[in-house]
T-cell receptor, first 122, second 108 residues
Framework: DAGVIQSPRHEVTEMGQEVTLRCKPI?????LFWYRQTMMRGLELLIY????????DSGMPEDRFSAKMPNASFSTLKIQPSEPRDSAVYFC????????????????????FGAGSRLTVL | GIQVEQSPPDLILQEGANSTLRCNFS?????LQWFHQNPWGQLINLFY???GTKQNGRLSATTVATERYSLLYISSSQTTDSGVYFC??????????FGDGTTLTVKP
C-alpha cells in the first residue's frame, strides 16, 4: 500500500480564496482523521470519521471549515473563505479501528499519517 | 476531554547519551502511540503501545495503563534522533489527542 496520500503538498493562496485539501486513506482503513499543526497550537484534531460518518467535529475552528468523506477512499477538507491565520500544515491519518482488537498482532487501531499539506494564506 | 502532557518540553543531549521522555494522560485510553516528527515534518510511528513494553533497536517504550503514563527511552542517541517526539492517545470513542511534544536536539 502507498500509505495515506495527501494533496496538494504545498499550497499558497490569497486571503478569501477557497482551499480544498484531499486525502486518500489506506485501503481497508475505516477511520480517518484531519489534524492541523501550528507552532502556537501544536497538533489539533479537527474532525474524524468512522465508516465515512463524521463522529466528532468539535475541533473544527469555525464554519469556514468543512470536511466530507463521500466514500471509504476519499476525504476533503475545505476552507472557504481562507484567512491568513489558517496557514498551517494539515495532516490526514487513517486507522483500522476495531473494538477489542489486539493491535500488536493485527495492526488494528494504529494511526498512520500522510505527509501533510502545507497551506500558506497571504 | 482527555489531557495529554509530555515532559520535558525540550531536551538537549550530547551524542551517545541516553534519555527518557514521559507522557501522562488523564483518562483511560484504547490506544497510545509514540511518533517522531523529523525535520521534514513527517510523522513517523515509533510504537503502538497501549500497555506493556516494546523495544525496537535503540528505542523502547513502556506504558503503565493503570497509572496513566508512558515512557519512551532513547539509548545511545544519534544526531538523526533529533526532532519532536509526540505521544498520542485514542479514547474508547475513537477520538485522538496529541501531547505538545518533546523537542529533542542531539549534538555531535
Amino acid at each position: 500500500d502507498a500509505g495515506v496520500i495527501q494533496s496538494p503538498r504545498h499550497e499558497v493562496t490569497e486571503m478569501g480564496q477557497e482551499v480544498t485539501l484531499r486525502c486518500k486513506p489506506i485501503s481497508g482503513h475505516n477511520s480517518l482523521f484531519w489534524y492541523r499543526q501550528t507552532m502556537m497550537r501544536g497538533l489539533e484534531l479537527l474532525i474524524y470519521f468512522n465508516n465515512n460518518v463524521p463522529i466528532d467535529d468539535s475541533g473544527m475552528p469555525e464554519d469556514r471549515f468543512s470536511a466530507k468523506m463521500p466514500n471509504a477512499s476519499f476525504s476533503t477538507l475545505k476552507i472557504q473563505p481562507s484567512e491568513p491565520r489558517d496557514s498551517a500544515v494539515y495532516f490526514c491519518a487513517s486507522s483500522d479501528r476495531r473494538r477489542g482488537a489486539r493491535p500488536l498482532v493485527s495492526g488494528a487501531n494504529v494511526l498512520t499519517f500522510g505527509a501533510g499539506s502545507r497551506l500558506t494564506v497571504l | 476531554g482527555i489531557q495529554v502532557e509530555q515532559s520535558p518540553p525540550d531536551l538537549i543531549l550530547q551524542e551517545g547519551a541516553n534519555s527518557t521522555l514521559r507522557c501522562n494522560f488523564s483518562d483511560s485510553v484504547n490506544n497510545l502511540q509514540w511518533f517522531h516528527q523529523n525535520p521534514w515534518g513527517q510523522l513517523i510511528n515509533l510504537f503502538y503501545i497501549p500497555s506493556g513494553t516494546k523495544q525496537n533497536g535503540r528505542l523502547s517504550a513502556t506504558t503503565v495503563a493503570t497509572e496513566r503514563y508512558s515512557l519512551l527511552y532513547i539509548s545511545s542517541s544519534q544526531t538523526t534522533d533529533s526532532g519532536v517526539y509526540f505521544c498520542a492517545v485514542v479514547t474508547n470513542a475513537g477520538k485522538s489527542t496529541f501531547g505538545d511534544g518533546t523537542t529533542l536536539t542531539v549534538k555531535p
